[in-house]
Every structure is written in structure tokens, then in C-alpha cells.
């Protein structure tokens, strides 16, 4: 099963801070989580203060990173295997993704230890298939941008499978 991994941070600099995580997978599981201690206003580029940090919701999401990384490990233990974290931002998603996911030096064993990068998955449709999709404009914010993602999966897979016969 897929996961659709997006995150929100600080910067985009080696030393960005996670801001909130969402994953939502192929059958619609969600999960989000917006963290309390891992940054400070200061350490946030000036987009990030105008456009990410106003559409938190701390008090219904808000959780310190040991409490996330206690939260995200019954969620991906809930869901069947193997998993396959999907981002189109891997270089940075991914890496934030493992902050919360490689806790006490273990990996959840139901979730491969790789990033699929959503860039190149989509390379693989057949341009008609994408062609028919209008790409909205991602509203940088962790959990409506992964379901927007898995929304644009399911669209274009469907798509790609319209055409093929089942004997």
C-alpha cells in the first residue's frame, strides 16, 4: 500500500526543522501531527511564517516529537504491508519522515526503508491520462497537500488502468 508522505518546515536549508507531518495512504488512513518543540518563528524563512505557520491548528494537532514518534508508530503498525512512503519532495520529506519513524535505533518492520519519488511515479502514466488532471495549487499545508497527492494518484491509476482488458 502506498503512503503519501508530506511535511511542512522551517527552511529550505540543511537545518530545517519539521514543522507537522501528514500521510494518507492509497485507502484514505490519515495521519498528522504538528510539532510543539522542534522549531521556534525564528528559525522560519519568511514564507513559511506568512503562509504555513497561520494554518496551524496547535491545540487540536499539536504534539512534542517523542509523543509523535509514540503516535505514528500504532498508525503504520494499523495498516497492512508492506508500505510504500511516497513524496515528491523526497530529498526533504523523506529525512523528516525518518525523525519520527527510526525510533530506539528501529525501523517500523511493515515500511520499506526507501522513498518512492511521486515526480518519477507519474512519469509513468501515459500522458492522456495525465493530460485529463489540472495540478492544483499545493496549499503548503502538510495533510491537504498528501491528499491532494493521493487524490492525483488514484486519478491518474485509474486513468492508466481504464484502457486495459481483464480475461
Not at 527510526?102 to 515526480?119: E, G, K, Q, S
Request: charged share 20%.
Amino acid at each position: 500500500m502506498k503512503l503519501f508522505l508530506d511535511c511542512e518546515f522551517s527552511q529550505l536549508n540543511r537545518d530545517t526543522k519539521l514543522i507537522s507531518l501528514a500521510l494518507v495512504s492509497e485507502a484514505g488512513h490519515e495521519y498528522y501531527v504538528e510539532l510543539t518543540d522542534t522549531y521556534l518563528v525564528g528559525d522560519c524563512s519568511d514564507f513559511v511564517i506568512q503562509n504555513v505557520l497561520p494554518q496551524l491548528n496547535l491545540a487540536a494537532h499539536g504534539q512534542t516529537l517523542v509523543e509523535a514518534q509514540s503516535s505514528l508508530l500504532p498508525f503504520l503498525s494499523d495498516l497492512e504491508g508492506p508500505l510504500e512512503v511516497c513524496s515528491d519532495a523526497p530529498a526533504w520529506d523523506w529525512e523528516l519522515f525518518c525523525q519520527l519513524a527510526y525510533v530506539n535505533h528501529r525501523w517500523p518492520a511493515n515500511v520499506a526503508n526507501r522513498v518512492t519519488n511521486l515526480i518519477q511515479l507519474f512519469r509513468h502514466f501515459e500522458a492522456d491520462d495525465i493530460g485529463n488532471v489540472t495540478l492544483p495549487e499545493l496549499p503548503h499545508h502538510a495533510l491537504l497537500d498528501a491528499r491532494l497527492l493521493a487524490d492525483l494518484y488514484r486519478r491518474l491509476n485509474a486513468g492508466s488502468n481504464r484502457g486495459i482488458e481483464h480475461g
